[in-house]
Structures are given as C-alpha cells and as structure tokens.
C-alpha cells in the first residue's frame, strides 16, 4: 500500500554543532533503496532510538536523513526536531489513551492503480518520516494493537493478523515464563 523509495548518501553523516546542532549528508553518491519493504516495521526502529546525537546520526547513517534538508548541501537536519518526532513516534507505539494530536503528513500523494483483477490504493510518501507516520498509522488501523512488553519493555503486536492475542502483556511465551519465574523466586 505504501510506495516509497528513498536514498543514503554513502559517505555517511555529520553532525554539525552549534546553538542548533544539524545532521547533513559528507556528499556522497546517493544510493536508492527501499526502506519499507526491507524493514517492514522501520517506525519502530525509529521511535526507540537513542534519543541522543549520537542515536540520531546512528540510524541516518543505516536509513538516510529524514527530509530532503538532511541531503548533502542542504540546511541540514535539525537535531532536536529529528529528537522529538522519535519522541512522538514512541509515545504512539506505547499504550496510550485518550485524544492525541494528529500528525500532518507533508507531501502525501495517494493513487488508485489499476492491478490485474482489482484496483488498490497506493500512497506515496516523498520523505522518510512521512513514510514511517504512515507506516506506523497503516500498522495501528490494520487492528493489531502495538503493546510493549512488560519483560523487555520492546513494543510488540498484538491483534488479528499476528501471533499475539489482542490482550497480550508478553512479546513472546519465553519472556512470559521468563518474568513468571523470576516473580515467583522473589
């Protein structure tokens, strides 16, 4: 449903200090690649990154910057927004109730393409992050649930479609005889 195809400079990343520390591409070759279809949950690998400098130019440097404005001889990245969208992103991957704010998408372009049998709805991102707010929104209507585990504390799936029930509190039946036991040797 999401078509997206996005690029790594492949020289790498630097941060760039100052009152308004940024992230911006060396200038190397671009390289194209396609995040979503190689890491199927990327908005979780990016709601719990290290919310830190260093944490931040960690994952530019596996997936790419975020907009165009972390491409090489743009303005570059800014740190503390970059900080606060993971932020963001991990407060929705948690359990949270109530209202939340929503979450603009910049240039979202949605098509209806012809298949061979049916026609489908496409959506296509043009950055990283617009990508990631719309994988993650796809993931929470699709009526799984994302849990975190309250072994681990990873957040997890649970719901129709996956191998969790819906009311789930363990990732996985090894974390869930792991915390047992250890709760009934204290």
Same mark, same amino acid.
């Given at each position: 449903?999401? !078509?997206?195809?996005? &690029?790594?400079?492949?020289?790498?990343?630097?941060?760039?200090?100052?009152?308004?520390?940024?992230?911006?591409?060396?200038?190397?070759? =671009? +390289?194209?690649?396609?995040?979503?279809?190689?890491?199927?949950?990327?908005?979780?690998?990016?709601?719990? /990154?290290? +919310?830190?400098?260093?944490?931040?130019? $960690?994952?530019? !440097?596996?997936?790419?910057?975020?907009? &165009?404005?972390?491409?090489?001889?743009?303005?570059?990245?800014?740190?503390?927004?970059?900080?606060?969208?993971? +932020?963001?992103?991990?407060?929705?991957? =948690?359990?949270?109730?109530?209202?939340?704010?929503?979450?603009?998408?910049?240039?979202?372009?949605?098509?209806?393409?012809?298949?061979?049998?049916?026609?489908?709805?496409?959506?296509?991102?043009?950055?990283?992050?617009?990508?990631?707010?719309? =994988?993650?929104? =796809? !993931?929470?209507?699709?009526?799984?649930?994302?849990?975190?585990?309250? &072994?681990?504390?990873?957040?997890?799936?649970?719901?129709?479609?996956?191998?969790?029930?819906?009311?789930?509190?363990?990732?996985? $039946? !090894?974390?869930? /005889?792991?915390?047992?036991?250890? +709760?009934?040797?204290?």
């Amino acid at each position: 449903m999401i !078509e997206f195809t996005w &690029h790594r400079d492949e020289k790498g990343y630097n941060l760039i200090p100052g009152s308004s520390p940024r992230i911006v591409g060396k200038g190397g070759s =671009q +390289k194209l690649y396609r995040p979503l279809d190689e890491f199927p949950t990327l908005f979780k690998a990016f709601g719990n /990154i290290q +919310k830190t400098p260093g944490g931040v130019l $960690d994952f530019f !440097e596996i997936f790419g910057p975020l907009t &165009h404005d972390g491409e090489a001889g743009g303005k570059g990245e800014k740190l503390s927004t970059v900080i606060d969208w993971a +932020k963001l992103m991990e407060s929705r991957l =948690q359990k949270v109730k109530g209202r939340q704010e929503d979450i603009p998408l910049n240039r979202l372009q949605a098509h209806l393409v012809n298949g061979r049998d049916v026609a489908r709805l496409e959506f296509r991102p043009s950055t990283l992050i617009d990508a990631l707010w719309l =994988q993650l929104g =796809q !993931e929470l209507s699709g009526g799984t649930i994302i849990q975190r585990c309250i &072994h681990c504390h990873r957040p997890f799936r649970a719901g129709p479609g996956t191998s969790r029930r819906a009311d789930a509190i363990f990732c996985c $039946d !090894e974390h869930r /005889i792991e915390f047992n036991s250890l +709760k009934r040797s204290r």
